[in-house]
């Protein structure tokens, strides 16, 4: 995997360059800390703040083992590519931040903590606020597997993220802005039974979600209240415009999805 995902990075450098010029290379500081902060214009000629500036090892990897995602301490989805390592980015905020991105967090301020499941790709993070703690659990879906050398074979290009209230109550606010083709793409939103779904470049996606969420021009949001006890689910389907449509789950699929994950990453 690791191979595989040195090969990704490589490609999405390559397409980088083709589709911006070279940094400026001035710094700026940020809160104290002194980072690179880039500027490029893209093929349409806007400008572009390049990279997040979000250290690379404060983000949690989750894959498949044929795609990968990564997930900052903030609850940002900055990186998916569907369906392969190598392929065209849906969110890479991670090297723009008009690439697109998938952020749930709680509505105030909070600390962080975070790990994988034991055993797993399975990453859980934790938002202590003022007036509850709010876990995130995010994985990609692998499908069943009996067999712990074909993990991943039957992988249903799924993205899932289940939000659980652990106490007191939590308001988490869910901001989806896909931009497929590393983020010149910016693709037509459409509220659905369940969800959203999202169209632009050679990419078809659908998120299911609990609670409607109300698009605007190039992406969605939407907030959730939860007690502790409760938990809900999001999950990101991506399908090729030429292929089967992806489409909404329901709550009970979307908590089947993850549970046959972990268990498939354990055997």
Not at 116 to 139: H, I, K
Not at 184 to 200: E, Y
Not at 223 to 232: I, K, N, S
């Amino acid at each position: 995997m690791a191979s595989g995902l040195t090969g990704a990075f490589a490609h999405y450098r390559g397409r980088a360059r083709e589709h911006a010029p070279c940094r400026t290379g001035t710094r700026a500081a940020r809160g104290g800390d002194e980072r690179y902060e880039r500027r490029r214009r893209n093929v349409f000629g806007q400008e572009v703040r390049y990279m997040t500036g979000t250290p690379i090892e404060d983000y949690g990897l989750l894959s498949d083992r044929h795609s990968a995602a990564l997930v900052s301490r903030g609850g940002a989805v900055d990186w998916l590519c569907f369906p392969r390592f190598d392929s065209p980015s849906v969110f890479a905020a991670l090297l723009g931040d008009k690439a697109g991105t998938w952020s749930v967090h709680p509505a105030g301020p909070a600390e962080t903590s975070r790990r994988y499941l034991d055993g797993t790709m399975v990453l859980r993070t934790e938002f202590a606020t003022a007036t509850g703690t709010l876990a995130v659990t995010d994985a990609l879906a692998t499908g069943a597997s009996e067999d712990p050398h074909r993990l991943g074979a039957h992988a249903p290009h799924l993205l899932i993220r289940s939000l659980a209230c652990t106490g007191g109550t939590v308001e988490a606010v869910v901001d989806f802005r896909p931009r497929p083709e590393y983020g010149l793409v910016i693709p037509m939103l459409a509220r659905c039974d369940g969800g959203v779904t999202a169209r632009g470049g050679a990419v078809s996606l659908a998120l299911s979600s609990p609670v409607p969420l109300t698009p605007y021009p190039g992406g969605a949001s939407g907030t959730v209240d939860l007690e502790a006890g409760q938990e809900v689910g999001f999950a990101l389907h991506w399908g090729p415009l030429s292929g089967p449509a992806p489409r909404v789950r329901r709550q009970g699929e979307i908590a089947d999805q993850l549970t046959v994950t972990v268990d498939a990453w354990r055997k």
